[in-house]
Antibody
Framework: QLQLQESGSGLVKPSQTLSLTCAVSGGSISSGGYSWSWIRQPPGKGLEWIGYIYHSGSTYYNPSLKSRVTISVDRSKNQFSLKLSSVTAADTAVYYC??????????????WGQGTLVTVSS | AIQLTQSPSSLSASVGDRVTITCRASQGISSALAWYQQKPGKAPKLLIYDASSLESGVPSRFSGSGSGTDFTLTISSLQPEDFATYYCQQFNSYLLTFGGGTKVEIK
């Protein structure tokens, strides 16, 4: 079974770029039929989907974040990454990575990392 | 973008109760809906996909129904470990959206 682990800076200054990596073990990130997502959750609030990268390399982003988000894959390291630019305090959240498999009708996020808290503060 | 509205936002129930949570989509999404359970400090856990398909290993007291715009998650007999927050999630035109969540608390 897959295991996902987020890593990256836990403190980012306003206007800078947030960078996180998700290491995948127990399977190949190049496996067909899978996508690799980032989701975040501000303290005490609900889940917000950020975007995903398909095994082919195609990316899809939340329209509300699209101008600031880049998701990429490093197949040699079996990991994928998130960059979120021009951050503000509103970007403070627990960031999760997750794998998504394609079902008959949609996508289900079946494996999740434990989450990592990123705080935006000077 | 499609929006998901969950109701209620919170509820109180007792062990053994039947609990129903509703998720309404702002436009039709066929059966492209999943349900997740999240406990404090933990990542969400997939319960249901394609509106009514039970994820492997999830107890059969959880069930989902609906299609188009209206969906429900039902817990047939609430257990102590079921007190948590539940989220619906849709997939349409390559984009995902989560509902606002429903917190199930102990009465």
């Amino acid at each position: 079974q897959l295991q996902l682990q987020e890593s990256g800076s836990g403190l980012v200054k306003p206007s800078q770029t947030l960078s996180l990596t998700c290491a995948v073990s127990g399977g190949s990130i190049s496996s067909g039929g899978y996508s690799w997502s980032w989701i975040r959750q501000p303290p005490g609030k609900g889940l917000e989907w950020i975007g995903y990268i398909y095994h082919s390399g195609s990316t899809y982003y939340n329209p509300s974040l699209k101008s600031r988000v880049t998701i990429s894959v490093d197949r040699s390291k079996n990991q994928f990454s998130l960059k979120l630019s021009s951050v503000t305090a509103a970007d403070t959240a627990v960031y999760y990575c997750a794998s998504g498999y394609y079902t008959i009708f949609g996508v289900a996020l079946d494996y999740w990392g434990q989450g990592t808290l990123v705080t935006v503060s000077s | 973008a499609i929006q998901l509205t969950q109701s209620p936002s919170s509820l109180s129930a007792s062990v053994g109760d039947r609990v129903t949570i509703t998720c309404r989509a702002s436009q039709g999404i066929s059966s492209a809906l999943a349900w997740y359970q999240q406990k404090p400090g933990k990542a969400p856990k997939l319960l249901i996909y394609d509106a009514s398909s039970l994820e492997s290993g999830v107890p059969s007291r959880f069930s989902g129904s609906g299609s188009g715009t209206d969906f429900t998650l039902t817990i047939s007999s609430l257990q102590p470990e079921d007190f948590a927050t539940y989220y619906c999630q849709q997939f349409n035109s390559y984009l995902l959206t989560f509902g606002g969540g429903t917190k199930v608390e102990i009465k």
